[in-house]
T-cell receptor
Framework: DTEVTQTPKHLVMGMTNKKSLKCEQH?????MYWYKQKAKKPPELMFV???????INESVPSRFSPECPNSSLLNLHLHALQPEDSALYLC??????????????FGQGTRLTVV | DAKTTQPNSMESNEEEPVHLPCNHS???????IHWYRQLPSQGPEYVIH???SNVNNRMASLAIAEDRKSSTLILHRATLRDAAVYYC??????????FGKGTRLHILP
């Protein structure tokens, strides 16, 4: 199984809502990533988890809160978002701490619309 | 983070080879060169990666310059399904996969 599964595929939320995005992989990968992608732009790195610990936060606003409950699962909790946060949110995983020497696998993303 | 430079867009005819260039003049000795592509409405997909030597896999070949300041992704026989944005990325021990603007590849039937 070489898949990274993201749920839901689409999400519409109000600015006062709280919602969560979920990402799952069963490849035994120990590095997991969240990206944000606006239309016609490249993905932008948000967070990196290594061995279930947050290793990189690219100065992301606190209304985005990542969580890694176990080695297979990565969540992104959303609260008080703005319409400009509407984007495709991508999750990725790669092998381990030396993951830069191996391929990364990406999910199909969650298309988020904030109204 | 070391930067990569790619042409904004390229065109190729179907069933012909495609050479996608990437410049990375500030590459360090331990940076790996990765290529990913993103088809419309999909997440990025791994294509190939290498360190110093040329690499081949079922999807493509990667030619790395001797000084490692540039590389070329080679699609041997382009099909319409290869139309995508191709990203050349340098990955290092910090494991930040940073995307540049990429090259939008158009395939002409």
């Amino acid at each position: 199984d070489t898949e990274v599964t993201q749920t839901p595929k689409h999400l519409v939320m109000g600015m006062t809502n709280k919602k969560s995005l979920k990402c799952e992989q069963h490849m035994g990968h120990r590095a997991m990533y969240w990206y944000k992608q606006k239309a016609k732009k490249p993905p932008e790195l948000m967070f990196v988890y290594s061995y279930e610990k947050l290793s990189i936060n690219e100065s992301v606003p606190s209304r985005f809160s990542p969580e890694c409950p176990n080695s297979s699962l990565l969540n992104l909790h959303l609260h008080a978002l703005q319409p400009e946060d509407s984007a495709l949110y991508l999750c990725a995983s790669s092998q381990d701490a030396a993951g830069w020497r191996t391929e990364a696998f990406f999910g199909q993303g969650t298309r988020l619309t904030v109204v | 983070d070391a930067k990569t430079t790619q042409p904004n867009s390229m065109e190729s005819n179907e069933e012909e080879p495609v050479h996608l260039p990437c410049n990375h003049s500030t590459i360090s000795g331990t940076d790996y060169i990765h290529w990913y592509r993103q088809l419309p409405s999909q997440g990025p997909e791994y294509v190939i990666h290498g360190l110093t030597s040329n690499v081949n896999n079922r999807m493509a070949s990667l030619a790395i310059a001797e000084d490692r300041k540039s590389s070329t992704l080679i699609l041997h026989r382009a099909t319409l399904r290869d139309a995508a944005v191709y990203y050349c990325i340098l990955r290092d021990y910090r494991d930040k996969i940073i995307f540049g603007k990429g090259t939008r590849l158009h395939i002409l039937p």
